[in-house]
């Protein structure tokens, strides 16, 4: 069934006119042509997915576009404010924290919301809740360096 | 170069192709200064290969660089970014040769219009092929710029010195032009011939630095397109059928459940049933109301009859060294050791899956594609759709992973067989299902050794045979006097009948299974021994950078003879792949129930000259991240041709909750010529695993992967 939903992406009013049973992530891509967020395995395993919906981190390829109604959906393309990347953006790149980079959008917003709910993690915290995101490539080690670095960067607020 | 570091590189299936006439592909480039390279002449490339390629490289150019008006570099390359990191390394050795900053110079890759003729990104080739006439077309234009500006700036040559972009007067600084300044209003075109002289290593500024990414910005913000995130005006997306199991032949089929969807097409040309729609889940939907029938070959081999099946349809094989003589090595030793090892069928599974976008013009089509052969891929459209050659272009966005999966173009050629019937530009982006189906699997294979030791811990009967692997990194390094290795099953694709499915090259191919077996094997007959894993390697290795990798990674291990206590074991492994030598040293700690955490892993590579030493840390990290895989928990379940593993629920890949503490020595060996850095290290992963759980449990593992089940079995033998 078409319907209207008015919700918020990366903090612009938005408004789609679709099947409300659709995925958010198909809507993303198909619809609104943010393609950062990226399609790995269709069923939840992966986490490339992955986007953050008032702060928390769902998979958007089994998440029904309805269930956005009048919240906050934040993608990759949302992260940096005025050209000035996200504290995580800025350690992915300074750790090399990529290769191929296709599972690197949905790491980096998995990790954000790590960050919001735990602004210090332990080393353990961070292997354990970054461990449903895969990657191929191997930059495992780099990425919790990175968040790690991120995490230091955040106390006290998001400077950007 | 020796014969393993050429042979089993993947050049077969390659139709000789030219690139457009030079002179129509200059034109499309207008003023500035070109250099022309050709890779036929090129002096990097090793007398076995040369002769081999020689029918099929073109006889005009295979890359060049463009010095614009604006003054920035653009490099023209048939290679592809895969994650592998060559966007930036490529550009270091072209910077430092051309004396320009690295950010100046600006990377095409792949794309079949604008880039001279590639066979394809594999073989961890592009450093050690591509890279020495890259740097002596660098070296060539900055020759003629040194030349242009005697006449600029009225001073003899030997007064110059070119930096960042900038050539000045020694002895007066500033008397000085910019490259701009000196390529403006100027057209010349030159090509690579006879010697350049190169920079001595002692005279890099920006080679052998270690440098980020120079991709990172795009990859973190979203911005770097990828196949699938190209959009095209009326573009459908499809999905395809794919079959119960390889082999199948389809009987009966209703579509009409699936035509009743709104915007749905059916198409069905032959073997290939696709469901297109303009909305990539209403596409998979309709699929799922596809109705079809099939007549199912009779289940021959499954995953645990497959090594018997292999060893009994085996050829003969082929030695592919021997010295001594096998029966004087046997009397000369005082244990025999003979052993069997078996390795499965493990999947590429890049994160991206296979992706294609196909647009059709008239007789034009131009193709978006996650490949690691771009240009193989423009004649397998061409030859679809019957078009010639030329008027199919492909362009590789950034790829999402390869590991030589991508080195095949299913997905390609299903797109455009779909964009001419549907009259529209067609995306095909495999389900997480179809790649695991259509995907061609490192192959299962069989390593049988009868080796022989003294007491003393001198090695001297290696007795080796591999089947269906594959032969890279079959031959020992060890100095044993009598030996003999054979290979046998046709390399990584198999012979007729062997394989229920499509095999394929797979991150440093064959290389994987010969070193588990080569390394566990090893380490059985140190322990007959009764000597040190460690000592005994260096009592039987002559090899000088052999010994130097595998002393350069005890060291920083802290190697002990004693035994690690509370169920935790080292292992070590050496290897040789793409003349890169590798030594890994492990510490693992194994539980009652079988279940494996790898603690520490340190690896000592030797890989000539590191043209970027961080990128080579990340593939050293990635290599061994990787290969917890396939020597813990990667697998191909199947009965006949039917997979049972179509997605990341039954066929595990390494977590961050795997990740081990990773310490990488890169041996400082800058006046050598630079060997492979994608692969090497994933080679030694399956034997350091194994030689680890053993010193921790005394339980040996001689099947991959070293599953909770099979080391709780080898633990308590029935």
């Known amino acids: 069934m078409i319907e209207t939903i008015n919700f918020k992406l990366n903090d612009k009013p938005t408004r789609l006119n679709v099947d409300g049973e659709r995925m958010l992530l198909w809507a993303l891509r198909s619809e609104l042509s943010l393609t950062g967020t990226k399609f790995g395995c269709g069923e939840g395993f992966c986490g490339s997915c992955t986007v953050l919906v008032n702060k928390e981190a769902v998979r958007s390829c089994q998440f029904p576009v309805k269930d956005v109604k009048g919240k906050d959906v934040i993608t990759i393309e949302g992260l940096a404010k005025n050209g000035n990347l996200h504290p995580l953006q800025k350690a992915f790149i300074k750790h090399d924290a990529l290769q191929c980079g296709f599972c690197t959008p949905g790491m980096i917003l998995n990790a954000y919301s790590v960050l919001l709910k735990n602004p210090q993690p332990s080393h353990k915290d961070i292997l354990q809740n970054m461990d449903e995101n895969l990657c191929r490539c191997g930059a495992h080690t780099r990425i919790v360096q990175a968040i790690k670095t991120a995490a230091k960067e955040m106390i006290g607020g998001e400077k950007r | 170069m020796k014969k393993d570091d050429y042979m089993d590189l993947d050049f077969s299936d390659i139709e000789a192709h030219f690139p457009l006439d030079r002179r129509e592909f200059i034109k499309l480039f207008g003023g500035g200064i070109i250099i022309l390279v050709s890779l036929r002449d090129a002096e990097a490339l090793p007398q076995q290969s040369r002769r081999r390629l020689r029918p099929e490289l073109p006889e005009d150019f295979n890359a060049f660089l463009r010095i614009g008006e604006d003054g920035r570099v653009r490099c023209f390359t048939g290679k592809v970014e895969l994650g592998q990191g060559i966007i930036t390394s490529l550009a270091q050795m072209l910077a430092d040769e051309l004396e320009v900053s690295l950010n100046s110079v600006d990377m095409v890759m ?46 003899s040559l030997n007064k110059l010195k070119a930096k960042d972009g900038v050539i000045f007067d020694k002895t007066q600084p500033k008397n000085q032009v910019t490259y701009a300044q000196l390529t403006k209003g100027k057209k010349i075109v030159k090509k690579l011939e006879g010697k350049v002289s190169l920079k001595a290593a002692s005279e890099f500024t920006i080679v052998g630095k270690p440098v980020s990414r120079t991709d990172a910005q795009e990859k973190v913000t979203g911005k770097a397109m990828f196949s699938g995130d190209i959009r095209l005006p009326g573009m459908l997306y499809a999905r395809i059928l794919i079959p119960p199991a390889h082999g199948a032949k389809i009987k009966s089929m209703d579509t009409s459940a699936a035509e009743k969807i709104k915007g749905v097409r059916v198409i069905k040309d032959g073997d290939l049933i696709a469901v297109l729609h303009k909305h990539p889940e209403e596409a998979g939907k309709a699929l799922a109301k596809v109705k079809a029938k099939y007549d199912l070959p009779e289940a021959k081999v499954d995953d645990k009859t497959i090594f018997d099946h292999l060893l009994k349809v085996a050829p003969e094989g082929e030695a592919v060294v ?20 078996l390795n499965s069928y493990v999947a590429h599974a890049t994160t991206e899956t296979h992706t294609a976008l196909v647009k059709i013009e008239g007789n034009k089509a131009t193709v978006w594609a996650s490949t690691q052969t771009p240009f193989r891929a423009k004649d397998e459209v061409a030859q679809v759709l019957g078009f010639p050659s030329k008027n199919v272009r492909v362009i590789p966005p950034f790829v999402g992973g390869g590991f030589g999966g991508k080195s095949n173009n299913k997905q390609v050629v299903q797109a455009a067989r ?66 003999q290795t054979v290979s046998t099953g046709g390399g990584w694709r198999g012979t007729p009948g062997s394989h229920p499915f499509g095999t394929g090259a797979w991150r440093a191919p064959a290389n994987n299974t010969n070193t588990f077996a080569r390394e566990s094997q090893i380490d059985i007959m140190a322990s007959k021994a009764g000597i040190d894993p460690l000592e005994f390697r260096l009592k039987n290795l002559k090899d000088k950078r052999m010994l130097g990798v595998l002393t350069a990674a005890a060291k920083k291990f802290g190697w002990t003879k004693s035994k690690a206590t509370n169920g ?3 292992g070590i492994s050496l290897g040789i792949d793409t003349g890169t030598y590798v030594a890994l040293m492990a510490e693992v700690e194994v539980d009652k129930k079988g279940a494996v955490q790898v603690k520490h892993v340190v690896c000592a590579q030797d890989m000539g000259l590191s043209i970027n030493p961080e990128g080579a840390k990340m593939q050293v990290e990635g290599c061994i991240t990787m290969g917890l895989g396939y020597a813990l928990t990667e697998e191909i379940h199947f009965k006949g041709g039917e997979i049972f593993d179509l997605n990341f629920d039954t066929y595990e890949i390494p977590r961050f909750s795997w990740l081990p503490k990773i310490e990488t020595v890169l041996i400082d060996a800058k006046d050598s010529p630079p060997q492979g850095g994608g692969e090497p290290a994933i080679i030694c992963m399956g034997a350091v695993v194994a030689n680890a759980i053993y010193d921790a449990t005394g339980a040996r593992l001689f099947q991959l992967p070293m599953t909770p089940e099979r080391i709780k079995e080898a633990m308590n033998p029935k």
């Not at chain 2, 594999?122 to 092929?129: A, D, I, P, Y």
């Not at chain 2, 009868?450 to 100095?479: M, P, T």
Request: aromatic fraction near 14%.
């Open chain 2, 418 to 483: 779909l964009a001419k019937l549907a009259g529209k530009p067609v995306q095909v982006a495999w389900s997480r299902a179809e790649e695991f189906f259509h995907d061609t699997f490192r192959p299962a294979a069989v390593v049988k050794i009868k080796s022989g030791v003294k007491d003393s811990g001198k090695i001297f009967l290696w007795d080796y045979k591999v089947y269906f692997a594959g032969e890279r990194g079959s031959q020992q390094f060890y100095d044993i006097p009598h030996h």
């Open chain 2, 322 to 341: 021997q010295g001594g003589n096998l029966q004087t090595g046997e009397k000369l030793s005082a244990h025999i050791v003979e052993e069997t090892y």
């Open chain 2, 110 to 155: 792949g794309d079949t219009d604008l880039c001279p003729w590639d066979m394809g990104t594999f073989g961890s080739m592009t450093t050690r092929f591509f890279g020495p006439p890259l740097r002596e077309a660098a070296a060539k234009a900055r020759a003629v710029l040194m030349e242009l500006a005697t006449e600029y700036l009225q001073v």
């Open chain 2, 568 to 570: 935790r074991g080292y």
